[in-house]
């Protein structure tokens, strides 16, 4: 149902951009998030967007990162601008579901990813 | 916090039950989910909302949370159970998405 494309290889300085094509579901009916696995390491979250374009991003991406919808198209994208080789990994795209609930006395929030794509490697190298 | 901590890796030998555990101030209001991760695939969520499996999850498969802590336990571990198990909620800012390093489950 998710589908990662884009370039395989991608020069060091250059901008980054993958997309995500999405089936059997509506981007706006939830919300949209970019994840990656460098090689040997553990998951990394980039970012997520939201039905409405609005974002949140990793802290520690947040200066290079940006994220767009497209409702007609049925996709989102990722750009990450300046790369290095650091860069270099899988990328993920997922859906993501949020929510939340009283439980007894406490009130809990909820998070979590039930569709992934497969998964697009980048590697960053000139 | 901004962390989750989880252990580098565990064992199990086949047949038996193994925990893991995912641990973080942020986990007492907001739960955790949890991914099995083989190299090569995409991570498949396993757990979400303390106690709830996916379709397609096996029942061996069980959560608990309590606090700060939220476990995952693979009671009549399969050979191939044998993966990256990663846990992932939100810092306690709730801003931003944050994975715990991941736990290595082998199965002997």
């Known amino acids: 149902q998710l589908r990662e494309s884009g370039p395989g290889l991608v020069k060091p300085s250059e901008t980054l951009s993958l997309t995500c094509s999405v089936s059997?579901?509506?981007?706006?009916?939830?919300?949209w998030t970019w994840v990656r696995q460098p090689p040997g390491r553990g998951l990394e979250w980039i970012g997520t967007i939201y039905f409405s374009g609005a974002t949140k991003y990793s802290p520690s991406l947040t200066s290079r990162v940006t994220m767009s919808i497209d409702t007609a198209k049925n996709h989102f994208s990722l750009e990450l601008t300046s790369v290095t080789a650091a860069d270099s990994a899988m990328y993920y795209c997922a859906r993501q579901r949020t929510g939340d609930f009283f439980d007894t006395s406490d009130f809990l929030l909820y998070y979590y990813m039930d569709v992934w794509g497969k998964g697009s490697r980048v590697t960053v190298s000139s | 916090s901004s962390e989750l901590t989880q252990d580098p890796a565990v064992s199990v030998t086949l047949g038996q039950t193994v925990t893991m555990t995912c641990q973080g101030d942020s986990l007492r209001s907001r739960l955790a989910s949890w991914y099995q991760k083989k190299p090569g695939q995409a991570p498949v969520l396993v757990m979400y909302i303390k106690n709830t499996r996916p379709p397609g999850i096996p029942d061996r498969f069980s959560g608990s949370w309590s606090a700060t802590t939220a476990s995952l336990t693979v009671t009549g571990a399969q050979a191939e159970d044998e993966a990256d198990y990663y846990c992932?909620?939100?810092?306690?800012?709730?801003?931003?998405?944050?994975f715990g390093g991941g736990t290595k489950l082998t199965v002997l």
């Open positions: 059997n579901a509506s981007l706006n009916d939830h919300s």
């Open positions: 992932s909620s939100r810092d306690s800012s709730g801003q931003h998405l944050i």
